[in-house]
């Protein structure tokens, strides 16, 4: 992380340092869809090769809906993104590439049911759902500062109306907490659970890069 932000005080201070090209600088407004939702970016072109991006987007999804071998999961799904990134125009023109950081809030709340709607079995132990009780899972993907590298398309060179794209990545760090009330008074249930939690673990921890592809509408000052 000290690397990142090394890299984005020498950009800023490049920024500063570099004579402006014959088009001054420019601020550009945006709304966005994508990946991580709806949201707005704000954006400073200080000459053709750079420019400073903040943008925020988000979105709740319901009846979300995930099997294992042992329960069925539904529940919803709550995504909070705010990011800060440099943007180098290597052309001059409207090609870029980003280096930035980005703070997700990525969570789900998920309820499990059994398979068969009468009992569960976990590790060849059946229980019937009144000995599970209600089991219920959270699970995050993001709540740190993570980095960010991408490439996009703008026209925040020329005043008005235009389009823009962006595709890059940014780290998770995935993290299940999965709980059965009846397990308080089960060692083995319990037990059990703990396994079933570090199963949904694994399958989380595939998602340890998350996709951003983005497009949006902004008007250029």
Do not use: C
Not at 197 to 207: A, G, R, S, T
């Amino acid at each position: 992380m000290r690397t990142l932000h090394t890299f984005m005080l020498a950009g800023a201070l490049t920024a500063l340092a570099l004579p402006a090209a014959a088009a001054s600088g420019h601020w550009s407004v945006g709304a966005e869809v994508g990946t991580t939702g709806y949201g707005g970016s704000l954006s400073y072109r200080f000459h053709d090769n750079l420019a400073l991006t903040a943008g925020y987007s988000g979105f709740t999804y319901d009846d979300i809906e995930y099997e294992t071998d042992d329960a069925d999961y539904d529940g919803d799904v709550d995504m909070d993104v705010y990011g800060l990134t440099l943007d180098y125009f290597p052309f001059g023109g409207r090609f870029f590439l980003s280096a930035g950081a980005v703070k997700p809030d990525i969570a789900a709340l998920v309820i499990g049911r059994p398979k068969d709607g009468q009992s569960y079995e976990y590790n060849g132990n059946t229980y019937t759902a009144e000995e599970v009780g209600t089991l219920r899972g959270d699970v995050t993907l993001g709540d740190s500062i993570q980095p960010y590298l991408g490439l996009g398309w703008r026209g925040s060179h020329k005043s008005g109306l235009g389009v823009f794209a962006k595709l890059g990545a940014f780290l998770t760090d995935a993290e299940v907490n999965l709980e059965a009330s009846g397990a308080a008074s089960d060692p083995q249930l319990r037990e059990d659970i703990q396994q079933e939690e570090d199963d949904l673990q694994d399958d989380v921890d595939e998602f340890g890069v998350y996709p951003v592809a983005v497009l949006g509408l902004e008007y250029t000052f």
